[in-house]
Each structure stands twice: as C-alpha cells, then as structure tokens.
C-alpha cells in the first residue's frame, strides 16, 4: 500500500528551506566587503579562503538566484544581491577588448584564466535574461544578446551542429577545453550543450527572434538526436567534433535534470510536434534514472563508470535535480511513482544533505549518510543554483499539483 502524501507540509517545509537556509545564508555569510562581489571559496567548516579566485559561473549563478528569489518573493535585499552580482559581472569578469567574460578572476578582479569557456557564457545569458524576467528592465538585454552572438560566431559548428566546450579569450582555437579536472579534454559535451539549451530557453522567454528560435529547436534535437541514448535513456557525456562518443559513463544526475530542462525548452518554444517527442524522452530518463540511480533510500548516486564500478556517493546536485525531475515526470505522466520519488528525493535532502549547523547543503554526503567535511560550501561548483532553483521549481510545481487534484 502506497504512503499517504501531505503536499501542504511538503511545500511549506521547502519554502522554509530555500528563504531560510539557502538565500538567507548566502546573503549573510558570502559577500565579499574587501574586493566586493561575492568571496571564492569557503570550506566545510565554514571559513573563508581568502585568496581564492572568483568563478564566473559561482558569480552568474548568484546572479540568476537572487533574480528569480526577486521574482518570486519582492524582497529588495534579494535584488540587492543581484545587483551586486550584475555589477561583477559588468566590471571584473567582461573582457572589454574582445567581449565575453573571463573563467575566473583573482580577488582583486584581474583576470587569472582569461579562456571563453562556452558553458560559463551560456550561464551569463541565463542569468541576464532571468534578471529581466524579474525586474522589467530590459538594459542588460544587450549584452545577453551580444554573448549570443559571439557564441553563434565563434563556437557553433556549421557542420555537425553544436557547440566547441572552450575558445581562447581572443575567441580562437584552444586546446585547454575541459570545465574541470574530473571532465574529458574533448571538443564537445553533454553539460555544455545541456546549460546553453537551458540560456537560450530562458533567454526566448524574454527575446524572440526567428534565429533565437531556430537555435532552440536544433539544440532540443541535439538533444534527442546526439546525446540521448535512445536504447538506454541515458544522455552520452563527451563527444568528438562529429559527435562520436567518446565515454561510457553515466551521470544520473545530468540524466533527471535534463530530463525536466528538456521539457522546459519544448515548452517555451512551443512546438508541439516536439514536445511530443520530449515528453516520451522525459520519461525515458526518468524511469532509468528512477530504475538505476536511485538508492533504497531515494537518494541518486553520482555516477555508473563505464567498467561497472558505482560511485555511490551522493552529491547535493543530483539530489536537487532529482526532487524536480520527478516531480515534472509526474505532471506530464500523471504516473503517481514519480510523485513519491520526488518526495522520496526532498525527504533524503532534508534528513542528510541540509547542514543544519553551518547552513547551506553539504557538498556530499557518503552512502552512509555522514557528510564529507572535505568538500567545500562554496567554490566554483558549490553555488546556491541547484537548491534554490530546486526549491522555486518544487514552490510552483506542488503548488500546481495542490490546486488541481486532492493526493492521498
């Protein structure tokens, strides 16, 4: 017999969390009143590593969340924070002679990594258009349109379609590709494509030329075309310039959340034939994600290596993702399996990955449950995008579910 769902209780209990200990932890506790901006880096513990350099994509993520906590909520001190974030991104991280952002700045705002990493350039477009979409004032559309174009310019493939991962800062060739050092030094990957798709969705919603368009809907066919496995359901994570494959290891976070950010783009650009054939892919992901990825416990494990061995760890990323993956495989399925591994996803974050002593999520969490204290709270992957975003998603989504159907 299937367990009883309070829908009320579980909204509540993720509003308290994201106002709370998400926003209201990075507001007290990240920003950065000797060089201004947001610090780089903070431990486990707490404390701030002073001399650590500065992430455009920590940078622009602040700026989305605080955008969308605006959009949602109203409160100035939100607004502030983007502001401030917009301001970094205006006058440390633009590259004022060839355009783009830089990778990553010292704390003092000159450059240290000065590449134009396309997956950083997408999550300024996403972050420029959500500030619009949250203030009404359309003066930064210029610049998200002028990113647009240097990443149409410089690193679309005319040939097979997709984008290069890295371009040097004078936008040529580079062989520095790689976002980090636990990812594939190839031409092409799943993560980028995955995160311009999710720029270019949020950016229609506010600007919608025919080429904008155009770009959206080749990418959902990428997409389902290149990337998604169609046998196994799984997204291929690193490709050549001809998209051959290039590793078979599996992501299952990247799986559940593309699975939702796919739906999202079909949505927005509205071309029902597609959406047709992203909700099937939707739930494809969704089942092998829930079938294979998902522990007793409801958590998603990280990553199936392509010799067997499981990475059974449990990052906060994945965990976030899930909670949305699922509960949008619910609402376009009506399948009542997925509401409860949404519920199962928030129940395992609110038990194991909240820090309930030093705020914020743990980075990740072993398959016991203890945290690892090695991990960072804050860094250049350690953003408040995925909870937040999760927790806003999971807001509007529940709130959706409750006003249409009464759930047991």
């Known amino acids: 017999m299937e367990k ?35 610090i780089g880096a903070m431990n486990a513990d707490g404390e701030i590593e002073h001399g650590a350099d500065k992430s455009l994509v920590l940078n622009a993520r602040i700026l989305w969340t605080f955008a969308a906590g605006y959009r949602k909520y109203g409160q100035d001190d939100d607004l502030h924070m983007a502001e401030r974030a917009l301001e970094q991104l205006k006058t440390h991280f633009a590259d004022k002679e060839y355009g783009g952002f830089y990778w990553m700045i010292h704390p003092d705002g000159t450059p240290s990594e000065d590449k134009k990493q396309v997956y950083g350039q997408a999550f300024v477009i996403y972050a420029l258009a959500e500030y619009i979409r949250a203030t009404g004032n359309r003066e930064p559309l210029q610049l998200a349109e002028e990113i647009y174009r240097l990443l149409e310019r410089y690193a679309y493939d005319p040939v097979h379609t997709g984008y290069v991962e890295a371009l040097s800062r004078e936008w040529g060739e580079t062989d520095d590709l790689s976002l980090s050092g636990k990812d594939l030094n190839e031409r092409k990957s799943m993560n980028t494509h995955l995160h311009v798709l999710e720029a270019y969705t949020n950016l229609y919603r506010i600007w919608k030329p025919e080429g904008l368009r155009l770009k959206l809907k080749e990418l959902i066919e990428v ?75 409801g958590a998603i494990y990280n990553e199936l290596h392509a010799d067997g061995r499981l990475d059974d760890s449990k990052d906060w990323w994945p965990q976030a993702e899930a909670m949305v993956g699922y509960l949008n495989a619910y609402q376009i399925s009506d399948e009542m399996q997925y509401l409860y591994a949404a519920q199962n996803s928030w129940s395992f974050i609110r038990d194991y990955i909240v820090d309930r002593t030093g705020g914020e999520w743990h980075w990740q969490v072993f398959r016991s449950g203890e945290p690892n204290r090695r991990q960072q709270k804050v860094g250049a992957w350690k953003c408040p995008y995925h909870n937040s975003r999760a927790c806003l998603e999971a807001i509007e989504r529940l709130e959706s579910i409750v006003r249409s159907r009464a759930v047991v």
């Not at 990240?30 to 947001?38: C, E, L, P």
């Not at 050549?240 to 796919?262: F, K, M, P, R, T």
């Not at 927005?268 to 034939?273: A, M, T």
């Open 4 to 38: 009883s769902l309070d829908l009320q209780v579980w909204l509540e209990e993720v509003e308290f969390e994201l106002k709370n200990n998400i926003l209201g932890f990075w507001k007290a506790r990240t920003v950065d009143d000797t060089h201004g901006g947001f």
């Open 223 to 297: 997409h389902l075309n290149l990337i998604l496995d169609a046998e196994s359901g799984h997204f291929k994570l690193f490709f050549d310039d001809e998209w051959n494959s290039q590793s078979a290891d599996v992501s299952y976070g990247h799986d559940i959340e593309g699975s939702w950010l796919l739906w999202e783009a079909a949505e927005v650009l509205g071309d029902r034939e597609l959406l047709d054939k992203v909700r099937a892919a939707a739930i494809q992901m969704a089942v092998a994600t829930l079938a294979e990825g998902t522990d007793t416990d």
